[in-house]
């Protein structure tokens, strides 16, 4: 098994471990610390070394961070984690809805006049910093960088991860690496600059078409890189990582060194160097600034390459999700069989990763599967233990976020499944969610839209009786890399123009806290959308093209509550679904699929 159902923390070590970390606070002559969830690299996702957040607190969400004062300590969590984060904290820590409430605020009523509060330069970005500074103004209270107090009292912190380097095939990456540093190196010389630092490790993987498993379930490695305008690239990486990788692959234009000598290498550089404020950690600004070397701000130049997607990189992930599409109705069929034979939430985790396992091809899974029954799936983020194993009973919705590694591609989806006969309330808002799956699916859009012009279209069926949910709409997705990538988001917070083949999920949910949760999931591709003769001829439009391909539970959808077309989109998704999936499958799941994809 990839997974395991162990539990990562427990309230009970919150405590002991505060009082240490305040003792640190007194030593160094603080008033605060900040741990937040990212390491050095900004990921999302961090490797067991660099969980500061979860060891000290308990809180094992995927974003959040924890001030923590001398007298009181902050948990900063947003809509995911508002019920998760008070399962999971002792009473010493206060959880605080982020980002309704600020950091720079919540210090200004919890801290002192004077109070010095102590960051890690590593940990947090320039953007970060700079806001945090300009929220304290005037309030005489500082930010401090430090050495990591947290790292100081952990006695068992584990090693930095060295997972070995592989190569990413050129046919399944569409292009060289060569071309790519030829074509980004452009891009910083364009932009008035002789070099551009990368701290993103999916920047850096994408890039040199290499992965890694240096973070579980991301196959990325931890490294930081200088792409310089000539194409030229100084890349900082534990040697050992490299041991396994084609002595050819990096090439003479690519010079390895160790981690260490990174901060060194950035003090000799001939500036402009560009700089991406938003991921790079203070550490970095300082090194070019105590050696009088020009920065300039700008967006990490592999970006928007990267979530472009070439056509072998498409091709790749359509045929990861049929794979991964066919395992899943395996799965299915096996569970529609077995819901109610006193089957539990590990046993669903279980029973999926072997289906997976059976193709042959699966390399990971994107991230831990979801698989919440009853009260459980209103935890958004809910991770299934053995402490919190539940077996599914009559009435029950599961719902079920899963995906897969692939050397092709990477997967996301959910799925939610009745377990026997559902209550009117939870059908009716499970089709509210598929209205707004169904009208995403189906948007058209003018060319050079972002995201949060977007998302409202997922959520309108749920405003309309007063409901909504909180987390985004949709965000990036990676071909084998990141089931989370950046900069592409259907969310009110994003401002990035959605391109032709970015990648991203389309998952509406509701969510009611001790009773249920729901949510819909498939993956889109962004892709022109061909000309209507009623159109103005020199109106860009972009469309949704759908990649995940499993049935939705037809036994969950209220056909009163849909219009027309939603009930034709419905019925041709699924006759999609019996077309693509049958030949893929056993004869008693294609004999399942059959019924599951019948007319509405």
Known sequence: MFQDFNATSTPEQGPPRLAALRQELIAEGLDGFLVPRADAHQGEYVAARDDRLAWLTGFTGSAGFCAALTDTA????????????????????????????????????????GAK??????????????ALSKALKGSEISIVPVQNLVDRIWEDQPDPPQAPVVAQPRALAGESHADKRAR??????????????????????????????DIPRNPVPHGFAILHDTGHMDLFIDPVKLEALEDDHLGPDIREHVPDLFLTTLRTL????????????????????????????GDDPCALPKARK?????????????????????????????????????????RLEEARRTTNALLDISFDTIAGTGPNGAVIHYRVTHDTNRTLQDGDLLVLDSGGQYRDGTTDITRTLPVGDV?????????????????????????????????????????????????????????????????????????????????????????RPDAFGIRIENLVLVEKAPALASGDAHREMLQFKTLTWVP?????????????????????????????????????????LDRATAPL
């Open 423 to 511: 209550g009117a309330e939870e059908r009716a808002a499970f089709t509210r969610v598929l209205q707004g799956v169904i009208a995403i699916s189906k948007l058209r859009w003018p060319q050079g839209l972002a995201g949060k012009h977007l998302e409202a279209v997922g959520r309108v069926p749920l405003w309309a009786a007063g409901q909504d949910f909180d987390h985004g709409l949709g965000h990036g997705v990676g071909v084998y890399l990141c089931v989370h990538e950046g900069p592409q988001r259907l969310s009110r917070m994003s401002d990035v123009p959605l391109e032709a083949g970015m990648i991203l999920s389309n998952e509406p949910g509701y969510y």
């Open 270 to 297: 001939s500036g402009p160097v560009l700089l991406d404020a938003s991921s790079a950690p203070v550490a970095v600004q300082e090194a070019l600034a105590t050696a009088g070397i020009d920065m300039m701000r």
């Open 184 to 213: 980004l190196a452009q891009t910083v010389s364009q932009k008035g600059c002789r070099a551009a630092v990368i701290t993103l490790p999916d920047s850096i993987a994408w890039l040199l078409n290499i992965r890694g498993a």
């Open 552 to 592: 939705i539970d037809r036994k969950l959808i209220e056909t009163s509550l849909l219009t027309p077309d939603e009930r034709a989109w419905i019925d041709a998704y699924h006759a999609t679904c019996r077309h693509i999936l049958t030949p893929r499958l056993a004869k008693d799941v294609a004999f399942w």
């Open 74 to 113: 902050g948990v900063f969590v947003d809509g995911r984690y508002r019920v998760q984060v008070k399962q999971q904290v002792a009473d010493v820590f206060t959880p605080v809805d982020w980002p309704e409430t600020q950091l720079g605020p919540w210090l200004r009523s919890h801290a002192a006049a």
């Open 117 to 130: 509060i102590g960051f890690d330069p590593w940990l947090h970005t320039i953007d970060q910093i700079e």
């Open 310 to 350: 070439n056509e072998a990189e498409i091709q790749g992930t359509t045929e990861a999700h049929l794979r991964d599409a066919a395992a899943v109705c395996d799965f299915l069929a096996w569970f529609d069989a077995h819901a109610q034979t006193g089957i539990t939430e590990i046993d669903v985790v279980t």
